[in-house]
């Protein structure tokens, strides 16, 4: 094809040579590398960068390559402790990738409104940012209610001796206990972690049977679950809102 062009005098084709590239319009030589890369199966130096994983899955859309498209996804997924939640939470609104989102605002929502950047919170996009504000607000409220509403000891077990004492000291070692790790400003405690560290306490007057009794119903978790339904329900309705996924079928 190309030597009848030459024979027919006709000006060279793009492609034939380096001098006469193909050009792809809206697609950097960054991306056509990271492309390639898959595709031939070269070995990448080193982890993505953002932006590179960026371009990657704007090639992966303008050229409709789903299985490329997974590919990508998975290296997000694999490396993405790697970024700032505000990073990931920009790449699956821009790109409609719900699979990254859920963890992405989770993490958010662990991060410290005041911890957030004017970069940050253009990246989210003002959807995102108010959702997360109020839904740490409404989680901090929640903390401080568990945190001053101890679970009561219901029946005391046939080893406690001296109910009234048992009551007393276990809403005594909540408050400075539970409450402590759960409020502690400089470092608060998840509640699993809050509640590992409450075991570790001295229970006084409470005796081994109601101190067992209380741990069962406490690592129930039908408090602290609350929680972790709240924020499944505020990302749920973003990912609704703002997520689009492609046709896998592409």
């Not at 040579?17 to 080193?46: C, K, N, Q």
């Not at 679970?151 to 000291?169: A, F, R, V, Y």
């Not at 070692?173 to 405690?189: C, S, T």
């Amino acid at each position: 094809m190309f030597s009848a062009t030459e024979d027919a005098g006709l000006e060279e084709i793009d492609g034939k040579s380096d001098e006469r590239p193909i050009y792809l319009d809206g697609t950097t030589w960054e991306m056509f590398e990271l492309f390639l890369e898959y595709t031939f199966g070269r070995a990448h130096a080193g982890q993505y960068t953002i932006e590179e994983l960026s371009s990657f899955l704007h090639f992966c859309d303008m050229y409709q390559c789903s299985h490329t498209r997974k590919f990508v996804i998975s290296r997000i997924q694999s490396s993405r402790f790697h970024f700032h939640p505000a990073q990931l939470v920009n790449l699956a609104v821009q790109y409609n990738t719900g699979a990254i989102f859920p963890f992405a605002f989770k993490r958010l929502v662990n991060t410290p409104i005041t911890q957030l950047t004017a970069q940050h919170r253009e990246l989210i996009g003002n959807d995102v940012f108010m959702t997360l504000v109020y839904v740490q607000a409404a989680l901090e409220e929640h903390r401080c209610i568990v945190a001053a509403e101890e679970p009561k000891i219901l029946m005391h077990t046939s080893d406690c001796q001296d109910p009234i004492g048992c009551n007393e000291d276990w809403h005594a070692i909540w408050w400075n206990g539970m409450a402590r790790f759960l409020l502690d400003r400089r470092n608060p405690q998840p509640y699993r972690e809050a509640i590992k560290c409450f075991k570790d306490l001295q229970f006084g007057r409470v005796s081994g049977g109601c101190k067992e009794l209380m741990f069962k119903i406490i690592e129930q978790g039908t408090a602290f679950n609350h929680a972790d339904q709240f924020v499944d329900e505020a990302c749920n309705r973003l990912v609704e809102k703002l997520i689009f996924e492609p046709s896998s079928s592409a």
